[in-house]
């Protein structure tokens, strides 16, 4: 059984930075893919970076070029650099891990840009 557990948000004005954690238990996470998605109120949750375990990686539009996603696979963590943030950028921010049957998530942690 694996688990997520992130870090790292927080409130901030726009235009300013923050960078999230997720660490994973077990032995498996350098073999599997990576990826963070993000849940504004009263909206679906949606994809926003992934990167695989050669470190492949891939963005949202709305973020691109903004948020870089990097893992350490010897600690099991995958991280989340947010720049320029912008207002939109309000949700709780799930780490998640691809697996097989199923697919791993943590419990969210909220970020909040204020104008």
């Known amino acids: 059984q694996v688990q997520l557990v992130e870090s790292g948000g927080g409130l901030v004005q726009a235009g300013e930075s923050l960078r999230l954690s997720c660490v994973a238990s077990g032995s498996t996470f350098r073999s599997k893919v990576a990826g963070w998605y993000r849940q504004a109120p009263g909206s679906q949750r949606e994809f926003v970076a992934y990167i695989t375990s050669s470190g492949m990686t891939n963005y949202a539009d709305s973020v691109k070029g903004r948020f870089t996603i990097s893992r350490d696979n010897a600690k099991n963590t995958v991280y989340l650099q947010m720049n320029n943030l912008k207002t939109e950028d309000t949700a709780v921010y799930f780490c998640?891990?691809?697996?097989?049957?199923?697919?791993?998530w943590g419990q969210g942690t909220q970020v909040t840009v204020s104008s």
């Open positions: 998640k891990l691809w697996g097989s049957p199923n697919d791993y």
